[in-house]
T-cell receptor, first 112, second 113 residues
Framework: GENVEQHPSTLSVQEGDSAVIKCTYS??????FPWYKQELGKGPQLIID?????GEKKDQRIAVTLNKTAKHFSLHITETQPEDSAVYFC???????????FGKGTHLIIQP | KAGVTQTPRYLIKTRGQQVTLSCSPI?????VSWYQQTPGQGLQFLFE???????NKGNFPGRFSGRQFSNSRSEMNVSTLELGDSALYLC????????????FGPGTRLTVT
């Protein structure tokens, strides 16, 4: 089945700086890659996603890039704000009939 | 539109008992998926239902089961509870299926003592 690795596990950045979280996947047939933000006591919130036929997607301060050859994808957050502090999860949907496979999460801390 | 709702939000059960969790998807969504979230294993896929049929199943024992009703609401059941079943159980709904965007509910926090 699919395996997703996510790095780093914790990321601390100054407010206003950029944050980058990276993930790799194992199944070359994977075709859908969402990113979720989870705040304490809440369920994961879909913030952006990308499909395998697209290399990059942006939504205001958030962007995701996908390199199918290397089997990795990244989340970029620019001009970070205190409300960006949360745990971020990457995920991939494999070529089989499984649901989403998630990375272990990145705890993003925005320092004021 | 109202989001995904899950009931109950918190539950405490004793080892050996069984439990049923409920999920109401976003209006118009026909697919419901269930995930288990624990500190050690992270988020793991349990199963997906679409139009009352189980389409996919994760690597969990048969004690974990689910169903979906004609109004797309879903329930999951865990029988013979074990201490290791303590987790946050998340339901996600999707308009077309797990291959597309999934929207999560707040989860049910299950504690097994």
């Amino acid at each position: 089945g699919e395996n997703v690795e996510q790095h780093p596990s914790t990321l601390s950045v100054q407010e206003g700086d950029s944050a980058v979280i990276k993930c790799t996947y194992s199944d070359s047939a994977s075709n859908y890659f969402p990113w979720y933000k989870q705040e304490l006591g809440k369920g994961p919130q879909l913030i952006i996603d990308i499909r395998s036929n697209v290399g990059e997607k942006k939504d205001q301060r958030i962007a995701v890039t996908l390199n199918k050859t290397a089997k990795h994808f990244s989340l970029h957050i620019t001009e970070t704000q205190p409300e960006d502090s949360a745990v971020y999860f990457c995920a991939a949907r494999g070529g089989g009939a499984d649901g989403l496979t998630f990375g272990k999460g990145t705890h993003l801390i925005i320092q004021p | 539109k109202a989001g995904v709702t899950q009931t109950p939000r918190y539950l405490i059960k004793t080892r050996g008992q069984q439990v049923t969790l409920s999920c109401s998807p976003i209006s118009g969504h026909r697919s419901v998926s269930w995930y288990q979230q624990t500190p050690g294993q992270g988020l793991q896929f349990l199963f997906e239902y679409f139009s009352e049929t189980q389409r996919n199943k994760g690597n969990f024992p048969g004690r974990f089961s689910g169903r979906q009703f004609s109004n797309s609401r879903s329930e999951m059941n865990v029988s013979t509870l074990e201490l290791g079943d303590s987790a946050l159980y998340l339901c996600a709904s999707s308009p077309q299926g797990a291959a597309y965007e999934q929207y999560f509910g707040p989860g049910t926090r299950l504690t097994v003592t």
